[in-house]
């Protein structure tokens, strides 16, 4: 017994001390950018859904409202229903509370990152300003549903595919798990943000809205998966943390990759690139956010050999040289892509790669594209590393 202990401490320590050393090069390419960012964020004032409104949204002013995207008015009938065009975007739709939810989710993500490797309080401090104002300040907070959100003029008031908009949610929950027990943090404060983390996951799956969303068979269904996965981590909700990880073995992986680790429904769409680049991305975040010592879903794979990593090897020669892409340029924002993408941090981390981690350094990691920002789920890979 003694002897298969040692060997496994052997075979265990070289991968640790691996591991470590990709963290600290990742965090040594990302200090400076950190603390240029925590250095912006920490003058802001927090700003929440209350603060813009839009007289189309049929909600409170606390109440989330975006709209359609790809819906643009009508030529033959431009006072009536909007109609659709796949992959551009309508300027003129209503997405201020987006940006603000994104702009929440700097800051914190932001500020998380600073404590994390400085310890300075000021940032905890300050980062609770903001969640404050966004989960518990009755005048400012948000609502935890999305009933109005992804709505389309002349249409619908909401739709399920508008819960897409809150994976930035995720960074600001990881954020809280990163600071919660600072001793300045509020512990009734916390209790109360976190209850509004419950009540935003109940309503995931129990609304009919988000229980299409669920099962939607493309990076909707993936994206669902990964911010219900984070919200249930930071809460500590375990039956709803084990349903995600399930589901992204028995329904995600499986249905969505082919066997080339492609994602078939992506490369359908009229922005095959960059949705690829998206999914894969949400992917690698399901894998980062459920893997534990017992179910490393890194690991995982379906009974033909589909898994996370097949994806990564499928898209990252795509990534190095675009111009390897076989298929059409994506319609909108092919110049943009790709930047410093979640899947090449974690899986570079993961799997000891050191090409894909060069790759990732070499990206940019400031995308200035309001596009891009808001199809990149993760801003702080070091908040996410374990």
């Not at 993500?109 to 940032?123: N, P």
């Not at 600071?179 to 129990?206: G, P």
Request: glycine fraction near 4%; proline fraction near 5%; include cysteine.
């Amino acid at each position: 017994m003694l002897y298969r202990l040692l060997v496994l401490v052997f075979l265990y320590l070289p991968i640790q001390v691996q591991s470590q050393s990709f963290v600290k090069e990742i965090e040594q390419t990302l200090r400076s950018k950190i603390l240029d960012d925590a250095n912006w964020a920490i003058k802001q004032k927090p700003l929440t859904v209350t603060s813009e409104s839009s007289p189309r949204s049929a909600g409170t002013k606390h109440d989330f409202y975006s709209e359609g995207d790809y819906w643009w008015p009508d030529s033959l009938n431009p006072d009536g229903p909007y109609v659709q065009r796949d992959g551009l975007t309508n300027p003129d739709n209503f997405v201020a509370h987006r940006i603000l939810m994104i702009r929440f989710s700097r800051i914190v993500g932001a500020l998380a990152s600073a404590y994390k490797i400085t310890g300075d309080s000021k940032y905890v401090s300050k980062a609770f300003e903001h969640i404050d104002a966004w989960f518990v300040n009755p005048e400012t907070r948000m609502n935890p549903s999305l009933l109005y959100a992804q709505a389309i003029k002349g249409k619908v008031t909401g739709r399920g595919i508008g819960i897409i908009d809150t994976i930035h949610l995720m960074e600001v929950a990881q954020a809280i798990r990163i600071m919660e027990n600072h001793k300045s943090v509020n512990k009734t404060q916390l209790a109360l943000v976190k209850n509004w983390f419950d009540e935003y996951i109940t309503w995931l799956t129990t609304h009919s809205y988000g229980k299409d969303e669920m099962e939607a068979k493309n990076n909707h269904g993936t994206c669902w998966v990964m911010q219900v996965a984070s919200f249930a981590t930071l809460t500590g909700n375990r039956p709803v943390i084990d349903f995600c990880r399930e589901r992204y073995k028995s329904v995600l992986l499986p249905n969505q990759m082919a066997a080339d680790g492609s994602f078939p429904l992506e490369l359908k769409r009229t922005k095959p690139y960059g949705y690829s680049i998206f999914n894969l991305d949400a992917m690698v975040m399901i894998c980062q956010i459920l893997s534990d010592k017992q179910d490393d879903l890194w690991l995982y794979q379906t009974a033909d050999g589909k898994s996370i990593r097949k994806g990564i090897e499928y898209l990252y020669p795509f990534v190095t040289d675009k111009n390897k892409w076989a298929l059409k340029p994506d319609v909108m924002y092919w110049e943009n892509w790709p930047v410093a993408q979640p899947f090449l941090v974690f899986g570079s981390e993961k799997f000891q790669n050191k090409n894909w981690l060069n790759t990732w350094k070499g990206l940019d990691h400031s995308p200035k594209v309001e596009e891009v920002i808001r199809n990149v789920p993760i801003r702080n890979p070091l908040i996410w590393m374990k």
